[in-house]
């Protein structure tokens, strides 16, 4: 995967830098059975009411059937084609199953056309193979993990991310997050073996504000411009500087600690992310 700029011949190219498709991307229009309608809401709640600010407009998009359970054990799987996703920043490759059903996968780093995938508990640890954190060998990088059994992957999902198994200990496995966090996963989560593709996402500049408007992100005015009675940060006669970054309602918007101290999970946290 690479990344393309461009010359500056006029203000919206002088700043962009986007991702190439071409020769990574093997098809154009997604598998019609894994797709559906995504609504969009505006920002606004049931009743109409906008309820979240500076969201609007952006370019429709359908939304892909993404099967984050992996639960077609033993079933090998074929890999169709690698397609661009509007929804997400990672890629995907479309499964064709040999008992014939279809599915998407998030596609990870080295996934290639007509390669073979697999799920379950006594396959092979390779990549884009989902097993149980137990089958798989201490040191793997890691990504698509289950925070529950059976719940489907919830972390290490964007692009270019990983996590990292750095051992067992009774019926957990310690696994060091894209985040830094060090915690404990237990043994019958699943996971996929390798590192999700696109890694050059990181690197991409939009260039222009049009691009933010394509991704329904309306234009955001800061709180240092509004009056008192809008904001903590507003007001004062020209331009104020100081005070504390506050958020809308007050809060304090740098390092102020949001965790709860008495939430559930914290006992499987054997070290916080690194800030």
């Known amino acids: 995967m690479a990344v393309r700029k461009f010359k500056p011949t006029t203000p919206g190219q002088r700043h962009k830098v986007i991702g190439v498709f071409k020769g990574t991307i093997t098809a154009t229009t997604p598998e019609k059975s894994l797709t559906v309608g995504k609504r969009s809401t505006g ?12 969201r609007g407009g952006g370019h429709k998009r359908k939304l892909r059937l993404i099967d984050f359970k992996r639960t077609n054990d033993g079933v090998p799987a074929t890999v169709k084609s690698i ?20 599915s998407y996968i998030i596609a990870p780093n080295g996934l290639e056309v007509g390669q073979i995938v697999m799920s379950g508990a006594d396959v092979a640890p390779e990549v884009g193979n989902t097993l149980p954190l137990s089958a798989i060998p201490v040191g793997t990088l890691i990504h698509c993990i289950e925070l529950r059994p059976g719940q489907g992957a919830s972390m290490a999902r964007s692009a270019g991310t990983f ?5 067992r200990e009774g019926d ?18 699943r996971a996929t073996v390798g590192v999700v593709g696109n890694s050059d996402h990181a690197l991409e500049q939009s260039g222009k504000a049009g691009r933010s408007r394509w991704l329904g992100r309306r234009p955001h005015n800061r709180g240092v411009v509004m009056n008192p009675v809008d904001h903590p940060m507003g007001g004062g006669e020209g331009r104020q500087s100081g005070g504390h970054p506050r958020s809308r309602t007050g809060l304090y918007a740098k390092g ?6 008495k939430k559930h999970s914290s006992k499987y946290i054997i070290e916080r ?3």
């Open 43 to 54: 920002g606004r709640n049931s009743s109409g009411h906008l309820s979240t600010r500076y």
């Open 83 to 102: 397609e661009y996703d509007p929804n997400r920043s990672a890629r995907i490759a479309l499964l064709y199953y040999q008992d014939g059903s279809k």
């Open 163 to 167: 996590a990292q198994l750095t051992s």
């Open 172 to 189: 957990y496995a310690i696994i060091k997050l894209p985040s830094g966090e060090t915690r404990k996963v237990l043994l019958t989560c």
């Open 256 to 261: 102020l600690k949001t965790r709860s101290p």
């Open 273 to 275: 992310r690194k800030k």
